[in-house]
């Protein structure tokens, strides 16, 4: 079955640092493109960085210079670092996998809960 667990959340200080995995089964992982999104209370979920199953990566402009993904094939894992974390950057975020042939193979995670304060 096809099964995305994120894990690294947590409770930081502004201006820490945090690394969020998601870990994928279940999928010819290579060729999914990959994403990490955030939804904040009363707000919609939104992108935050992707990586293609090329290697192309795309970062929302409030996390751009801050945020780095990456993924690690060999292990069905992808990562974000996240620095210089600010409280706008709370929120739960959600790890997604879609297919490079076919996008109605869409697949998300449970989320990990990512809370920046003081």
């Known amino acids: 079955q096809v099964q995305l667990v994120e894990s690294g959340g947590g409770l930081v200080q502004p201006g820490g640092s945090l690394r969020l995995s998601c870990a994928a089964s279940g999928m010819f992982f290579s060729i999914m493109d990959m994403g990490w999104y955030r939804q904040a209370p009363g707000k919609q979920r939104e992108l935050v960085a992707a990586?293609?199953?090329?290697?192309?990566?795309n970062y929302a402009g409030p996390v751009k210079g801050r945020f780095t993904i990456s993924r690690d094939n060999a292990k069905n894992t992808v990562l974000l670092q996240m620095n210089s974390l600010k409280p706008d950057d709370t929120a739960v975020y959600y790890c997604?996998?879609?297919?490079?042939?076919?996008?109605?193979?869409?697949?998300w995670g449970q989320g990990t809960q990512v809370t920046v304060s003081s």
């Open positions: 990586i293609t199953s090329s290697g192309y990566t």
């Open positions: 997604n996998a879609r297919s490079s042939y076919d996008g109605r193979l869409d697949y």
